[in-house]
């Protein structure tokens, strides 16, 4: 099936499996090499991102376990707490100065071992707040202790969430206990560090104290508790990174330890989000590659089309040269080899038509000359003073019949030796043929009749010379000799368009299919049809005329025969040159 491909197909389907492949080849090595590379970094930019949660949460605890290491190691705090006088100015004072300078702190207070409660805010109720914190005052252990967030309840005025952070104020040295030091933490602030961060992350936030107990959550409204029951890990292991399914969705779950706190910080990252920009980069590059493959189509299509246009267009002129148009130069199109080749066929073509051209002059010499040699044979003045003799004679004893047929003999001499040249007018053409049937009138006497239907404006246009005359005897001896009616010839002459057609039509005994085709071929056994025959007529005409014109003949038995002869009507009497290079010659010859 392949080798019954045009040269352009062939072509075309080695540019387009060169160009799948080619670009098959480059896109799975920018995936291979550039899009998984580029998933792997999304994911650890994504965890880093993650991470800044953490450290921004671990800046903040920071800045509260400093506030309280320096609250608890002052030594005129410490000094104020050992005595019992009722002067808390200040402590308070201390107190409130460092409320007004960390806006995520609401409130600091100390439980002295003096009994003394010092506050940063006068509306706290000191009873309560001795309940809620006074067992931490029997405490031996020197700890820190974030508590689980809730509402403080020992403000007067307001019950804000918080978390508090409590550490012992003890001096080493002395392994003394002053007191304990309360810091309330804003909730609402440690809230929107942790949205802050997370809402430009693809991320859910979870943070649990070391009982697994939920201290925020991102996003607020969702439960994410769950987590803990399918990774119970996360809790057991410090800096653990799973990649499991959470809410049906493949995700990466880490859990990070909270410096000064005993929280743990698990972050769910879903690999959908995470991978979402990169599968726009996969889906731009398989557009990408989906586009270069078009173009890359489109190119191989132009690419063959150009190189084979010049080939094709050099076929289709050695076709037409195959069935006869010399006049069809290929166009060069360049100067590489196909413009070479072309330029080598028209140069061929060129000395073809010099030689083709050649020839036809040869046998047109050729055939001129046998002409001669025929009207040679025969010495036309001795005919033409003996028959003018024998007018004379006639025309003396007053035997008018015999001067007339005398003077029509002469004048179908005339012009059958004359040295005219092959194109005569048709008013010539039609005195040689009334002179002719003059004569054969007097030999059939009343057997036929003649009628002329030629306008006369048509009577100065050129016809070839000697075509009509052996039609009309034709129709005579081969159509109204044997007939048994009155027999009828019709010469007739009429223009279309740029051609002029002149019909001799007999009413005589016809032809059957056989006898046509062979009076076409110039095979007819009959001798009537031999000599100068119709095939003979037929050739001169397309001999002088070119291949567009000649002689049709058409005949149905015992209805009659009618030759039409087709002439170019702009014939001229110095025109008798073949036109085989004219536009004439293109067109058939139809009846």
């Known amino acids: ?122 509306a706290i109720n000191e009873d309560l707040l001795k309940q809620k914190y006074n067992h931490l005052l029997q405490e031996k252990d020197v700890y820190d202790l974030f508590t689980k967030s809730y509402s403080r309840d020992y403000h007067i005025s307001s019950t804000m969430k918080v978390l508090t952070y409590v550490r012992k104020i003890y001096d080493y040295r002395v392994e003394r206990n002053y007191g304990t030091l309360i810091i309330d933490i804003n909730y609402d602030s440690l809230r929107d560090l942790i949205t802050t961060v997370s809402v430009a992350n693809p991320q859910k936030l979870l943070i649990v104290n070391e009982a697994g107990e939920t201290l925020f959550t991102y996003p607020y409204n969702v439960i994410l508790d769950d987590v803990l029951i399918e990774y119970p890990d996360l809790l057991q292991h410090k800096d653990l990174k799973i990649t499991g399914h959470f809410f049906k969705k493949r995700s990466i779950i880490v859990s990070n330890t909270i410096k000064h706190t005993n929280w743990t910080l698990i972050g769910i990252h879903p690999m959908d989000k995470i991978l979402e920009d990169s599968k726009n980069i996969l889906h731009l590059m398989f557009k990408t590659a989906a586009i270069f493959l078009f173009l890359s189509l489109f190119s191989a299509y132009a690419l063959s089309y150009a190189i084979t246009k010049p080939i094709i267009e050099l076929a289709n002129t050695m076709h037409l040269v195959e069935a006869g148009n010399l006049s069809v130069p290929v166009k060069v199109r360049s100067n590489d080899e196909l413009g070479a080749l072309a330029l080598a066929f028209n140069n061929m073509l060129k000395k073809l038509n010099y030689f083709i051209n ?66 005569v007018r048709l008013d010539e053409e039609l005195d040689n043929v009334k002179a002719y049937l003059y004569i054969q009138k007097y030999r059939y006497g009343d057997m036929f009749d003649v009628i002329y239907d030629i306008p006369n404006e048509l009577l100065n246009c050129y016809t070839i010379k000697f075509i009509l005359q052996p039609i009309v005897e034709n129709s005579i001896f081969h159509g109204l000799e044997d007939l048994d009616t009155q027999g009828l010839i019709t010469i007739s002459a009429h223009l279309d368009k740029e051609y002029l057609f002149l019909t001799v039509k007999d009413n005589g005994v016809g032809m059957t299919e056989e006898q046509l085709e062979n009076a076409r071929k110039g095979k007819s056994s009959d001798k009537k049809y031999n000599e100068i025959g119709i095939k003979n007529i037929d050739e001169r005409i397309k001999f002088y005329c070119g291949s567009a014109f000649g002689l049709g003949l058409s005949s149905i038995k015992n209805a009659g025969t009618i030759v039409t002869i087709k002439l170019p009507a702009n014939l001229k009497e110095d025109d008798a040159i073949h036109l085989k290079t004219s536009k004439k010659e293109e067109e058939a010859v139809s009846f």
């Not at 670009?23 to 792997?40: D, H, N, P």
């Open 358 to 423: 050649k020839a036809i002059e040869v046998e047109q010499q050729k055939s001129n000359m046998e002409f001669q040699i025929l009207q040679a044979q025969i010495n036309p003045h001795f005919l033409y003073n003996t028959l003018d003799s024998i007018r004379w004679l006639a025309t003396f004893h007053n035997i008018k019949t015999i001067s007339t047929m005398v003077t029509c003999i002469i004048n179908l001499l005339k012009y059958n030796f004359s040295r005219k040249g092959e194109v």
């Open 1 to 122: 099936m392949y080798k019954n491909l045009s040269l352009r197909s062939k072509l075309f389907i080695q540019y387009c499996i060169f160009a799948i492949l080619f670009t098959s080849m480059i896109t799975y090595l920018v995936y291979s090499l550039f899009y998984l590379k580029l998933q792997e970094n999304k994911v650890d930019y994504t965890l880093e991102i993650s991470n800044r949660t953490k450290y921004n949460l671990e800046f903040l605890l920071t800045s509260i376990d400093n506030t309280a290491t320096l609250l608890s190691n002052d030594e005129e705090i410490r000094n104020k707490l050992s005595q019992y006088n009722d002067d808390k100015e200040y402590i308070n004072t201390i107190l409130k100065n460092t409320v007004t300078v960390q806006e995520y702190i609401k409130g600091v207070y100390i439980l002295g071992n003096n009994g003394k409660v010092y506050t940063s805010d006068w």
